[in-house]
Protein backbone atom coordinates (compact mmCIF):
# COMPACT_ATOMS: atom_id res chain seq x y z
CA UNK A 1 0.00 0.00 0.00
CA UNK A 2 3.41 2.46 0.24
CA UNK A 3 1.70 3.54 3.86
CA UNK A 4 3.55 3.38 7.62
CA UNK A 5 2.38 3.53 10.83
CA UNK A 6 4.35 5.84 13.18
CA UNK A 7 3.32 4.58 16.91
CA UNK A 8 5.79 5.78 19.35
CA UNK A 9 8.32 5.07 17.06
CA UNK A 10 7.55 1.72 16.00
CA UNK A 11 7.55 2.02 11.92
CA UNK A 12 6.44 -0.32 9.83
CA UNK A 13 5.02 -1.09 6.59
CA UNK A 14 0.86 -1.78 6.28
CA UNK A 15 -0.43 -4.26 3.31
CA UNK A 16 -4.34 -3.56 4.25
CA UNK A 17 -5.24 -1.49 6.78
CA UNK A 18 -9.37 -1.42 7.17
CA UNK A 19 -10.67 2.06 9.30
CA UNK A 20 -13.98 1.32 11.72
CA UNK A 21 -15.31 2.85 14.50
CA UNK A 22 -13.46 0.51 16.74
CA UNK A 23 -10.36 1.76 15.46
CA UNK A 24 -7.68 0.94 12.61
CA UNK A 25 -6.98 -3.04 11.45
CA UNK A 26 -3.42 -3.31 10.42
CA UNK A 27 -1.95 -6.42 8.38
CA UNK A 28 1.54 -5.85 7.77
CA UNK A 29 4.04 -7.72 5.69
CA UNK A 30 4.61 -10.73 8.19
CA UNK A 31 0.40 -11.20 7.82
CA UNK A 32 -0.10 -10.87 11.35
CA UNK A 33 -3.44 -8.11 12.38
CA UNK A 34 -3.21 -5.48 14.97
CA UNK A 35 -5.85 -3.57 16.37
CA UNK A 36 -4.90 0.20 17.01
CA UNK A 37 -6.95 2.91 18.43
CA UNK A 38 -6.53 5.89 16.27
CA UNK A 39 -5.86 7.91 18.97
CA UNK A 40 -1.31 8.50 19.38
CA UNK A 41 -1.32 6.65 16.17
CA UNK A 42 0.06 8.82 12.92
CA UNK A 43 -0.97 7.21 9.69
CA UNK A 44 1.52 8.74 6.90
CA UNK A 45 0.82 7.97 3.34
CA UNK A 46 3.65 7.83 0.68
CA UNK A 47 2.56 7.77 -2.69
CA UNK A 48 4.48 6.03 -4.91
CA UNK A 49 5.13 8.76 -7.42
CA UNK A 50 7.50 7.33 -10.65
CA UNK A 51 10.20 9.94 -11.27
CA UNK A 52 9.95 12.01 -14.57
CA UNK A 53 11.31 10.49 -17.41
CA UNK A 54 11.41 10.87 -21.22
CA UNK A 55 9.24 7.93 -21.61
CA UNK A 56 6.53 9.33 -18.99
CA UNK A 57 3.43 9.85 -21.03
CA UNK A 58 1.49 13.03 -20.57
CA UNK A 59 -2.14 14.47 -21.22
CA UNK A 60 -2.58 17.87 -22.30
CA UNK A 61 -3.50 19.65 -19.03
CA UNK A 62 -0.20 18.06 -17.60
CA UNK A 63 1.86 19.26 -20.47
CA UNK A 64 0.01 22.48 -19.86
CA UNK A 65 0.99 22.00 -16.24
CA UNK A 66 4.67 20.81 -16.38
CA UNK A 67 5.58 23.71 -19.26
CA UNK A 68 4.29 27.22 -19.15
CA UNK A 69 4.74 27.84 -22.72
CA UNK A 70 1.81 25.71 -23.89
CA UNK A 71 -0.97 28.12 -22.03
CA UNK A 72 -3.90 25.15 -21.99
CA UNK A 73 -5.26 22.27 -23.78
CA UNK A 74 -6.65 24.26 -25.97
CA UNK A 75 -3.56 25.21 -27.70
CA UNK A 76 -2.02 22.37 -27.87
CA UNK A 77 -5.11 20.92 -29.76
CA UNK A 78 -4.57 24.32 -32.27
CA UNK A 79 -1.08 22.97 -32.73
CA UNK A 80 -1.86 19.42 -33.40
CA UNK A 81 -5.29 20.82 -35.83
CA UNK A 82 -2.20 22.66 -37.42
CA UNK A 83 0.28 19.68 -37.68
CA UNK A 84 2.91 22.46 -36.10
CA UNK A 85 2.80 20.72 -32.31
CA UNK A 86 5.00 17.82 -30.74
CA UNK A 87 4.63 14.33 -31.90
CA UNK A 88 1.36 12.68 -29.89
CA UNK A 89 -1.05 9.63 -29.28
CA UNK A 90 -4.49 9.02 -29.67
CA UNK A 91 -5.65 5.86 -28.76
CA UNK A 92 -8.47 5.75 -31.51
CA UNK A 93 -9.54 7.35 -34.39
CA UNK A 94 -12.05 10.42 -34.34
CA UNK A 95 -13.20 12.42 -31.62
CA UNK A 96 -13.47 9.77 -29.50
CA UNK A 97 -9.20 8.64 -28.89
CA UNK A 98 -7.71 10.02 -26.02
CA UNK A 99 -4.37 12.31 -26.58
CA UNK A 100 -1.64 11.58 -24.78
CA UNK A 101 2.05 13.34 -25.45
CA UNK A 102 5.61 11.54 -24.50
CA UNK A 103 7.23 14.00 -22.48
CA UNK A 104 10.52 13.33 -24.37
CA UNK A 105 8.39 14.68 -28.02
CA UNK A 106 7.59 17.99 -25.72
CA UNK A 107 11.65 18.07 -24.80
CA UNK A 108 12.32 17.54 -28.63
CA UNK A 109 9.35 19.96 -29.70
CA UNK A 110 11.26 22.71 -27.63
CA UNK A 111 14.58 22.02 -28.29
CA UNK A 112 14.24 22.21 -32.28
CA UNK A 113 12.68 25.87 -31.24
CA UNK A 114 15.48 26.86 -28.95
CA UNK A 115 17.39 30.06 -30.47
CA UNK A 116 20.85 30.46 -29.32
CA UNK A 117 22.25 33.46 -28.57
CA UNK A 118 23.40 35.54 -31.85
CA UNK A 119 22.75 32.35 -34.21
CA UNK A 120 19.70 30.91 -35.62
CA UNK A 121 17.28 28.32 -34.34
CA UNK A 122 18.97 25.43 -33.01
Known amino acids: MGISVNNS ?3 FRIVSAT ?3 MGI ?3 SGDSTKQQKNLKGVTVAAKTNVAPKTNDELLTPAGVCDDYS ?3 NPGALAELRWRGTGPDYIK ?4 RSGRVFYRRSSIEKWLDERTVTVGGAAA
Not at 91 to 94: E, I, K
Open 69 to 71: VFR
Open 91 to 94: TAPG
Open 25 to 27: TIE
Open 9 to 11: GLV
Open 19 to 21: ISS
